[in-house]
Each structure stands twice: as structure tokens, then as C-alpha cells.
């Protein structure tokens, strides 16, 4: 499979060069930036700039952005009024969060991606017909805005009411909506279990978050080496293989001190599911 990674592993560091080059032959043919301002600021042209100038030069490809879940620089930190939320009942907050979504989609303009992987919904949304609703109207304008500028957006499942596999499926058979997408394992092994998550997907799936858990905690681990981590990979990785044509094998992982060295760690992720 090919081989890819999210930035999500430096997502409390700014996202520089330095940072990129370190990927570059490394092995990993694609990256996947997350859009969160203390790591990419989405509203900052110097920065976009900097990284449209490195990626025309460079055999590194953006495979996809991660979508804003916040619209901080703290990740979240300043309260419940940063939540980037797509599927919000108040309308004044669903505009203002498909504004935010826009700045990100506009880094297409001059470092062109496939994806954008999008959330449908906060953390602790529960399921409701009214939040469809919303997010259909949202994903109506946003899917356009994107279209434009090349990009195709994708859904990910999550752990909230409305974003489980049946649910998803659900959202887009009331919707007609034609969409992918981005299958997360951590994600689907809290909610339903990889592999029933991946059946009820497959035929949509156009890119992966691929990391490890407990069941319980949503925790990123490095899968085939951090300690906590519960994913049955032998039984998931020929899974995922079968359909390796559509998408990467993309790490979506945490720092953590226990891999000070984490190229060298990934490399051997790699390596270890591989060999499954």
C-alpha cells in the first residue's frame, strides 16, 4: 500500500518546512495537513505561502486537509464557542462555521488536495433529525464551494450520534447526497468494531486515519507498538488491503514521549502492518 501520513502528530507545533522536510524520502509519498491555527493558520498568507512554494518542489504530495474543528488557536481549549460545527441547529453558528471551512478550502487555490475530511457534528452531538438537516445544508453549499476549486469532501465517522457507519449511511440515503469517506479505525473500534464499520463504508471509503485504542479512549496510539492499544491488526490489515486502490495507509497518530523518535517509530508501524 502506499503510505501516508496526517500532521495531526505535530498538531500543538506550527507547521513548517523543517517539519515536511523530514518526511521527504522518507518513504511516506503523502501527507494530510490538520487545519488547526496553532499548527496551520488557515487565515495566515504568509504561512500559506511558505508551504504552496515547498510543496511545488517537492515529490511530497497533500493528499488531503483535515477540516477545522476548531476555530482557536488552542485547539479547543477557549470553550464551547469554538467548536467548528457544520450540523449546529442555530443557523448564525452553521454560517459562521462554513465561513471557517471555506478559509481552509481556499489553500487549494495554491496547494492543490484531493480531500477534505470533514466532520458531520461536534463531540457530544447526539443523534437528531434537525442536525441532519442542518448538515445537509451545509455540506450543500460547502460541496460546491470545494468542487470549484478541485477538492471532494469527505465524511468521517466519529464517536457522536450522528456520524456512526449506519448513521453516515443513513445521512446520505435522507439526503441523496453523493459522498465519501475517510474511515477511521481508532474511531471504529469505540463504536461499532473495525471490521462491522468497514463493511457497512467500504464501497465509499476514499482515505483512512489509521491508529490504535483501548475500545474506550479515543487515545491515537502508535498501532503494532504502544502500549493500551487493542485493534485485532491481523484480521484489519488484510481487510483494508483488499482495497488498497482506494486510498493510502495513512497513520493519523498522537506525539507522545514514549517514541522520542517518531520517524524511526513510524517507519516500523509501516513495516509491522505490512507484514499482516
Known amino acids: 500500500m502506499n503510505h501516508a501520513i496526517s500532521m495531526h502528530y505535530f498538531i500543538n507545533h506550527r507547521l513548517t518546512t523543517a517539519a515536511l522536510d523530514k518526511l521527504s524520502g522518507s518513504g511516506i ?27 511545488r518542489d517537492s515529490e511530497l504530495k497533500l493528499h488531503s486537509l483535515h477540516s477545522p474543528m476548531y476555530n482557536d488557536d488552542a485547539n479547543g481549549r477557549s470553550g464551547p464557542q469554538s467548536i467548528v460545527n457544520i450540523a449546529h441547529l442555530v443557523k448564525a453558528k452553521r454560517i459562521a462555521a462554513c465561513d471557517e471551512i471555506k478559509r481552509a478550502l481556499e489553500i487549494a487555490e495554491q496547494v492543490p488536495f484531493r480531500y477534505l475530511v470533514q466532520h458531520l457534528g461536534g463531540p457530544q452531538d447526539d443523534y437528531d433529525d434537525g442536525k441532519f438537516d442542518a448538515g445537509f445544508a451545509s455540506l450543500d453549499e460547502l460541496r460546491l464551494f470545494a468542487k470549484h476549486r478541485g477538492v471532494e469532501i469527505l465524511l468521517e465517522n466519529i464517536p457522536n450520534g450522528l456520524s456512526s457507519a ?3 449511511l443513513l445521512f446520505l440515503g435522507q439526503t441523496h447526497l453523493d459522498m465519501g469517506f475517510c474511515f477511521d479505525t481508532g474511531h471504529a473500534h469505540i463504536m461499532g468494531g473495525v471490521e462491522k464499520e468497514f463493511e457497512l463504508l467500504k464501497d465509499r471509503i476514499r482515505s483512512l486515519h489509521v491508529h490504535d485504542n483501548d475500545g474506550v479512549k ?13 485493534i485485532p491488526w491481523a484480521k484489519v490489515m488484510p481487510m483494508l488491503r483488499a482495497r488498497e486502490h482506494q486510498y493510502p495507509l495513512l497513520l493519523e497518530l498522537k506525539e507522545s514521549p514514549e517514541f522520542p523518535q517518531p520517524l524511526e ?9 505490512e507484514s499482516f
Open 29 to 55: 509519498s503523502a501527507v494530510e495537513i490538520f487545519c488547526a491555527r496553532q499548527h496551520l493558520d488557515y487565515h495566515n498568507h504568509a504561512q500559506i505561502d511558505e508551504l504552496a512554494h515547498w510543496f
Open 265 to 273: 517509530a513510524i517507519r516500523k508501524i509501516f513495516k509491522n502492518l
Open 166 to 168: 449506519e448513521k453516515l
Open 218 to 230: 479515543d487515545a491515537h496510539l502508535f498501532p503494532t507498538l504502544a502500549n493500551g492499544g487493542s
